[in-house]
């Protein structure tokens, strides 16, 4: 057992770190009274093992584990986190195959946890900087930096005087085994420095064309010269790429024509749900999201890793702001051109989507191509209200005045688009964050918005249901009155009698925004399908009577196929149809370090786990479609936050992965047949593995 006790910095300590900074070491360079103390590990966790290696990092261990929950724990005197704002560490992470690590804050006498989730590059020097604030639940995500991926905020909310323990484990891993090095966890008063010159123990990640310099797989583009003559080709042949012949101009089924409005719209035939194209054919949407001539490989802080990038005055700098880099644009310019590379792309990308039977461009798409193609498409409205202060995460001031002013600007946005027939409709939002939270909007806002209307309204809305102060604390079992709960800062933990009237509160504040924004879209657009807000999971009951204002439900679903009884259940109580707005799968045998959200083995499965999910979704009375995240694969480098999937039906080279592809032509040309139940689903699912991302 490796146990090394709890020691404060001292200022030798300090004069070492920063002796090892000037010589390429990498922990923090701050000062030494800024320093609270470092944390050597106290034992290691299930089977966690100690490896030999090169010391990379100063004062950095290597670890090793064949298995999840394997880990390291800390031991640190209660209350010792209290005067600290960070927690910051460095590790690498070995191999090509991504690994999730999560810390854990305790409370002492197995009190409540706050949890950080993260990733790290492959074969790049990370730097955990963990502000501590973060306990307070009032962050979803933190920022992304250099070789730091996808820091999630999750858990319960803690307090620092009665956290006694922190754990570091590995969450989820692929079949290979985690091993990383690892330096001392510092606790903290000020901010760490930012890691900008990372240590790659492998050189280089990532090639000019945007292909992964770490990994090799059969499907990798040999050189510039291969991937133009590939693209040339597309050129060629994308005018020979139709929809299946039983497809209506929209894309919905020539077969069944009911009456017309001239836009998409709900119908339901006393079986099941449709949707409607403009000219009355029924419409199933199957969408690919993300159809946009941009994968994002985020460069702030690891330009280092980069084989190359567009320097000051090269045609490709259009390509690159400084802090993302899009090498598919670079790579359409270099086959075409400046001027005409954007509508090639554009040419390509409608081709391919027919030749495989898409007739959606789902969300995040440049959606120019589709207006201008008249390609059946959705967009999404921007949640970035100018005037309205956040409560809570993502979630608004809804009783404020200045929520109404935003309202009524928010359904501006449909201006533009009110009279396009191919506009299927709209997304008020995407998986708010607020909906990812273990707690309530109410509860959240009680914590983190000591002054705002709503907190008022709470009060307003307790005091007509207890009357008095006096009851309010007998019953929540909480020493407080309706001034406290009106504003100021709370500091009571919640009991479960608190928690259900929050519960209840949190349903009012969700029925008032989505009723505004809704009643704004609508007084600006009543041609369109309100589609929803994406949410995250099934929703909680506590959302549901605000969501009586879509035409249509949406969720993201990553499950191996639509659960048959949360849409039944969901459409039925909002009478309306569901429409998932992501799904996908990935593996491991592309080039990339991460397969997604959902995983099989390979290319062949990914082809078996799309037929399986959409046809059966397709036979669902409730579904009305589901569209694919996304059309191309994520960098290898990760994207703004870091995700870096092999999810797409092509590459950074714009190579199609033929096996899904043809999968998915089978798949749209029974789609109508399914929706009619002539025909039954596929039925051959593939083997799904513990999800990698």
């Known amino acids: 057992m490796h146990t090394i006790p709890i020691q404060f910095i001292s200022r030798r300590t300090f004069v070492q770190i920063n002796a090892g900074l000037a010589a390429g070491a990498v922990l923090p360079a701050i000062g030494a009274e800024h320093a609270l103390m470092t944390l050597e590990p106290a034992k290691l966790l299930n089977g966690l093992k100690q490896d030999g290696g090169e010391e990379l990092l100063e004062n950095g261990a290597w670890y090793s584990s064949n298995k999840t929950g394997a880990g390291l724990e800390y031991n640190i005197p209660k209350g010792s986190l209290s005067e600290a704002s960070y927690l910051c560490s460095d590790f690498i992470v070995d191999g090509d195959h991504l690994a999730v690590f999560q810390i854990r804050l305790h409370e002492a006498n197995d009190g409540p946890s706050f949890s950080l989730h993260y990733k790290g590059l492959n074969q790049a020097q990370a730097r955990i900087r963990l502000p501590l604030s973060a306990v307070n639940l009032n962050k979803w995500r933190l920022e992304r930096e250099g070789a730091w991926l996808k820091p999630i905020c999750g858990g319960q909310r803690v307090d620092l005087a009665n956290v006694d323990r922190i754990t570091l484990t590995v969450m989820r891993k692929s079949e290979s085994p985690v091993r990383w090095m690892q330096t001392p966890l510092l606790a903290l008063k000020n901010e760490p420095a930012r890691l900008t010159k990372p240590v790659l123990p492998k ?3 990532i090639d000019e064309l945007g292909q992964s310099l770490i990994h090799q797989w059969p499907g990798r583009t040999k050189n510039e010269t291969e991937m133009k003559a590939r693209l040339e080709k597309q050129k060629q042949e994308s005018a020979q790429n139709l929809w299946p012949e039983h497809f209506s101009k929209w894309g919905g089924w020539k077969e069944k024509k009911v009456d017309s409005t001239g836009f998409f719209r709900t119908h339901h035939d006393g079986k099941r749900w449709h949707l409607i194209d403009p000219d009355g054919h029924y419409f199933w949407s199957s969408g690919l999201d993300c159809v946009r001539a941009y994968i994002n490989s ?77 390609f059946p498409y959705v967009i999404p409205l921007s949640t970035r209200l100018a005037r309205s202060k956040m409560v809570y995460r993502d979630f608004p001031d809804v009783f404020h005045s200045d929520f109404e002013l935003d309202a009524a600007e928010y359904g501006k946005q449909l201006e533009a688009v009110r009279d396009d027939k191919a506009l299927i409709g709209y997304f008020l939002m995407n998986e708010p964050t607020w909906g990812f939270s273990s707690e309530s909007p109410a509860a959240g806002m009680l914590f983190n918005a000591p002054s705002c209307e709503t907190r008022k309204a709470l009060a307003k809305h307790l005091g007509a249901k207890y009357g008095d102060g006096k009851t309010l604390a007998q019953i929540w079992g909480i020493k407080t009155d309706l001034e406290q709960v009106a504003q100021g800062e709370w500091k009571h933990r919640l009991t479960e009698q608190a928690k259900k009237d929050l519960y209840e509160f949190s349903e009012v504040m969700v029925e008032k925004l989505f009723k505004a924004l ?48 949360v849409s039944k259940e969901t459409s039925t109580r909002l009478n309306m149809p569901v429409m998932i707005g992501e799904w996908h799968f ?23 786990a799309y037929r399986y999910y959409l046809e059966d979704a397709a036979a669902n009375p409730y579904c009305v479609g589901v569209h694919w995240f996304t059309m191309y694969d994520q960098s290898a480098m990760g994207r703004f936050d870091g995700e870096n999937y092999n999810i797409g039906f092509l590459d950074a080279c714009n190579r199609p992965y033929k096996e899904i592809a043809e999968a998915a032509r089978t798949a749209h040309e029974r789609m109508y047949s399914l929706v009619m139940g002539d025909v039954k689903p596929f039925n051959d699912p593939p083997e799904y593995l513990p999800k990698l991302f």
Not at 313 to 330: E, K, T, W
Not at 540 to 551: A, L, N, R, S, Y
Request: positive net charge; hydrophobic residues 35%.
């Open 518 to 565: 809704s009643s704004a879209c609508k007084s600006v657009d009543p041609n369109h399908l309100n589609l929803g807000i994406r949410y995250a999971s099934t929703p909680p009951k506590w959302t549901i009577k605000g969501m009586e204002q879509f035409d249509v439900f949406s969720m993201n679903s990553y499950t191996e196929k639509v659960s048959a009884d």
């Open 203 to 205: 050189g280089k990640l």
């Open 298 to 374: 985020f460069s702030k802080d690891i330009e280092s890793a980069f084989t190359w990038l567009p320097e000051e005055g090269s045609r490709y700098r259009s390509a690159y702001n400084g802090q993302f880099m899009n090498y598919l644009q670079c790579n359409f310019m270099r086959t075409f051109g400046a001027d005409a590379w954007y509508q090639n792309w554009a040419k390509i990308s409608l081709s391919v989507m027919k030749q495989v039977g898409f007739n959606t461009v789902g969300n995040w798409s440049n959606w120019d191509i589709a207006r201008d193609a008249q």
């Open 586 to 608: 990935g593996a491991l045998d592309a080039g990339l370090p991460a397969s997604g959200i959902g995983r099989v083995h390979t290319q062949a499965d990914r082809g078996r």
